[in-house]
């Protein structure tokens, strides 16, 4: 069995789900079975821009190339058929020969939609549909016309269709669901290893609140500033890369909050093992709703109690956490969860995070497809 992932990213250094890829591809190893990274399809005359040199473990990363760019390739359907269909599928074709594969042992591995339109071929696929996509404004393919079809001949035409969300389950069209697996997001089990050869330590000392993840128009800014009012003596730690205006200037007037940017995952326990408590503050929109945040089970490593926005949280994970409803609630609940926090409570959250790591996610998938005869 053979994976060849189809990401929605430019680099694989940067693929906030490259653990994932790294857990398929550790699945697969032993029995021969090769995983293909390949970054989102490029313009051939900017193919000297991106570049991967650094050496990934038994992950093949592989650049595609195609005669115009998307954005153009999209207006058109013989465009999207000649300069972006045609051209990937022979150079899929060659690395398929390259790398001495059957052609029959490949799975494709889908990430949005969109990918459908210009990698719909004859081998099978997967489609992995982690978040609600037709509310997230910033993805360009929301607002086509064809979304809602294209979306539900990517489903019907899988062997297995992974929904991160039970309430997108929910609502799914009968006819789909039985394409359709809970999947939620999980951790690397490297995270989780350091985290439990570390130990749960007792903080001394400035309590810290902290967040990791994407600083943009998803995160509640009023929230944060609330939050630094009401703890004067706490420091806010934001970890991840500013795309919101807003926080930046919350940060400059607030000697509380502090940003540290793009943080390398390898580099993320040394940070995590300081917070006291973790938290996912997230504005109230159509796309937060349906949102499973993976930065639980990464603040749950290290056994820290979270408060989260109501959002579509695992339902094995919403006992072990607090879940608020407005500002007032959120700022009540960190300081509840700070000052009733015990080691049983730690050893529960450990638990889970243990439990939801990505080689438990590909176990179940490779499971899956095993019943499926693929």
């Given at each position: 069995m053979n994976?060849?992932?189809?990401?929605?990213?430019?680099?694989?250094?940067?693929?906030?789900?490259?653990?994932?890829?790294?857990?398929?591809?550790?699945?697969?190893?032993?029995?021969?079975?090769?995983?293909?990274?390949?970054?989102?399809?490029?313009?051939?005359?900017?193919?000297?821009?991106?570049?991967?040199?650094?050496?990934?473990?038994?992950?093949?990363?592989?650049?595609?190339?195609?005669?115009?760019?998307?954005?153009?390739a999209f207006k058109s359907s013989w465009l999207m058929f000649l300069l972006v269909t045609l051209p990937i599928k022979l150079q899929l074709w060659l690395i398929?020969?390259?790398?001495?594969?059957?052609?029959?042992?490949?799975?494709?591995?889908?990430?949005?939609?969109?990918?459908?339109?210009?990698?719909?071929?004859?081998?099978?696929?997967?489609?992995?549909?982690?978040?609600?996509?037709?509310?997230?404004k910033n993805y360009f393919f929301s607002s086509d016309k064809r979304f809602n079809g294209v979306?539900?001949?990517?489903?019907?035409?899988?062997?297995?269709?992974?929904?991160s969300s039970a309430k997108l389950i929910e609502e799914s069209k009968g006819a789909l669901k039985n394409k359709i697996h809970y999947y939620p997001n999980a951790i690397s089990r490297t995270l989780q290893k350091t985290a439990e050869n570390e130990g749960v330590s007792k903080k001394t000392g400035q309590k810290t609140i902290g967040f990791i993840g994407q600083l943009d128009d998803s995160f509640d800014v009023q929230l944060l500033v609330k939050?630094?009012?009401?703890?004067?003596?706490h420091q806010i730690v934001l970890i991840g890369p500013v795309n919101n205006d807003c926080v930046a200037k919350a940060a400059l007037k607030y000697g509380n909050i502090e940003l540290k940017g793009y943080v390398d995952y390898n580099q993320l326990a040394g940070f995590i093992?300081?917070?006291n408590v973790g938290i996912c503050p997230y504005s109230n929109s159509p796309f937060n709703a349906y949102r499973n945040p993976l930065k639980i089970s990464e603040y749950f490593?290290?056994?820290?109690?979270?408060?989260?926005?109501?959002?579509d949280i695992d339902l094995s994970a919403r006992p072990l956490l607090s879940i608020?409803?407005?500002?007032?609630?959120?700022?009540?609940?960190?300081?509840?969860?700070?000052?009733?926090d015990s080691q049983e409570k730690a050893n529960a959250r450990l638990l889970f995070a243990k439990e939801n790591c990505w080689d438990n996610r590909a176990e179940k998938v490779i499971k899956l497809l095993k019943e499926y005869n693929a």
């Open positions: 994976f060849f992932f189809f990401s929605t990213d430019n680099t694989y250094e940067t693929y906030h789900r490259r653990r994932e890829v790294e857990a398929f591809s550790d699945e697969i190893y032993a029995s021969n079975g090769k995983a293909i990274y390949f970054n989102r399809p490029m313009f051939f005359l900017k193919r000297n821009i991106i570049l991967n040199k650094k050496p990934c473990q038994n992950v093949h990363v592989k650049n595609l190339y195609v005669g115009c760019p998307l954005s153009i398929t020969k390259q790398l001495k594969l059957k052609a029959t042992e490949v799975i494709h591995w889908l990430y949005k939609p969109d990918q459908y339109l210009y990698l719909n071929s004859n081998t099978p696929h997967i489609y992995l549909h982690y978040d609600n996509y037709a509310g997230d979306l539900n001949s990517c489903v019907e035409d899988s062997v297995v269709s992974l929904f939050l630094a009012e009401s703890f004067p003596n093992k300081t917070f490593s290290y056994g820290l109690p979270v408060v989260s926005s109501i959002c608020a409803e407005t500002n007032k609630q959120f700022i009540e609940q960190i300081a509840w969860e700070i000052a009733n």
